[in-house]
């Protein structure tokens, strides 16, 4: 395949997967505003689902679907719904197949420039979101590598508590627990071995109710592994850094990771009043965390949040309906794809069984020139053609 040909094909399966997942993203909306008064967490994993769907097109779905059909579904007559529902989710074909017959003069191909182009602007803000996101995570991993252990005091006697001792819901397996000098927020840094770094001197700041909120707070983030989706988000960002609503979706989950540990501290037993002010006590000394991957306690929208624990409004349970409603759009999202490249290959069988017969325009027949010389000599008659061959072997 030619190369303009090939960045062609190329395009229009970018542009087919970028409106799927922008029409995804919007669906989560509509379902979010439906669960707006429900717990935060629910909100944060549609968002988080939303996000994830830009990393897996449709297609690659049809094509799972597709394999498993060529020796899954029988052979089935010739339907017409697969091909249309086939159209609709990939709007964008060739413009001569689209728009032209057959017969007419194909429209001017792209300009040989233009792909070269887009993919070198691409290149660039890759490396940008790249580079801005290495810059701030140097920063963080520079704090802590220059922290220190911390083995007594407050700190660890608070952190113990709760992993112990404390409210059921926390994680009983413990996390290093450090002390820096930077002025960076308490926050979870690392994904696989995460270490909760304190900044020095932040016990002589916060009482001890205060200082065990902000420990449940970063521990319930170390259980809802937030810094591994957060990172999953990131690449999200770095490879679609064009799309505005990719950045939407970035603040969406900020903020609803935050509220839904702020639900599950005040669910164990956090006094309100107590965990609002040791919040505001950190914003008051420390600087947010540069990285979303690293997961502090001031992020999201402060003011919604303070408001939300001090009035103790957090939301109910998924109702059974809802829950049904999330799970019948899923089913949809996941199989609706699937089937589709289940049933195309057997309306490509189908097709096979169904067609006309081979007929041939032009037939030719050559005789080895070392089996002796021939002499020819046509007949015609009405709709036929007939050429008759003497051979005379030598």
């Known amino acids: 395949m030619p190369t303009q040909e090939l960045a062609a094909s190329f395009g229009r399966l970018a542009a087919n997967h970028l409106w799927q997942s922008t029409g995804f993203a919007a669906v989560a909306v509509l379902l979010a505003l439906a669960l707006r008064a429900n717990t935060a967490r629910a909100r944060y994993w549609l968002w988080l689902t939303a996000s994830v769907k830009f990393l897996i097109p449709f297609s690659v779905l049809a094509a799972i679907g597709g394999s498993l059909g060529r020796w899954l579904v029988p052979t089935v007559p010739v339907s017409r719904f697969p091909s249309v529902i086939a159209e609709i989710v990939q709007p964008f074909t060739p413009l001569q197949d689209a728009l032209l017959p057959a017969a007419s003069v194909p429209l001017p191909a792209t300009p040989a420039l233009l792909p070269p182009v887009l993919l070198a602007l691409w290149l660039c803000g890759f490396a940008a979101v790249l580079l801005y996101w290495w810059v701030r995570w140097r920063r963080v991993a520079a704090a802590v ?42 926050g979870i840094f690392g994904i696989f071995r995460p270490v909760l770094w304190l900044p020095a001197g932040i016990a002589n700041r916060l009482e001890d109710a205060e200082l065990e909120a902000i420990l449940a707070h970063e521990l319930c983030h170390a259980r809802r592994r937030d810094n591994l989706t957060a990172a999953i988000h990131m690449a999200v960002e770095a490879i679609f850094w064009f799309h505005p609503l990719v950045w939407w979706l970035g603040a969406r989950l900020t903020e609803e990771r935050e ?4 639900e599950e501290v005040v669910r164990m037993g956090g006094e309100p009043q107590i965990y609002a002010e040791s919040i505001l006590k950190v ?9 979303a991957c690293a997961a502090g306690v001031t992020g999201g929208e402060l003011k919604k949040r303070i408001e939300g624990i001090m009035t103790n409004r957090f939301a109910r349970k998924l109702s059974y309906g809802k829950k049904l409603l999330l799970a019948s759009v899923a089913f949809l999202v996941i199989a609706g794809p699937i089937v589709m490249g289940l049933m195309n290959p057997a309306r490509s069988r189908a097709q096979a069984q169904t067609a006309a017969p081979l007929s041939f325009d032009v037939a030719s027949v050559k005789v080895p020139l070392d089996q002796g010389v021939f002499g020819t000599r046509p007949r015609r008659s009405p709709g036929r053609f007939t050429w008759t061959t003497q051979l005379a072997y030598l």
Not at 149 to 177: A, I, N, Y
Not at 283 to 291: G, I, K, T
Request: hydrophobic content about 35%.
């Open 283 to 291: 914003c008051e000394f420390y600087l947010a965390s540069p990285v």
């Open 259 to 262: 509220r839904a540990c702020d």
């Open 145 to 186: 590598r220059a922290s220190l252990p911390l083995t007594q005091g407050r700190e660890v006697e608070s952190l113990h508590r709760l992993q112990w001792g404390g409210p059921p819901g926390l994680p009983s397996s413990t996390v290093s627990l450090v002390s820096s000098t930077a002025s960076l927020e308490p």
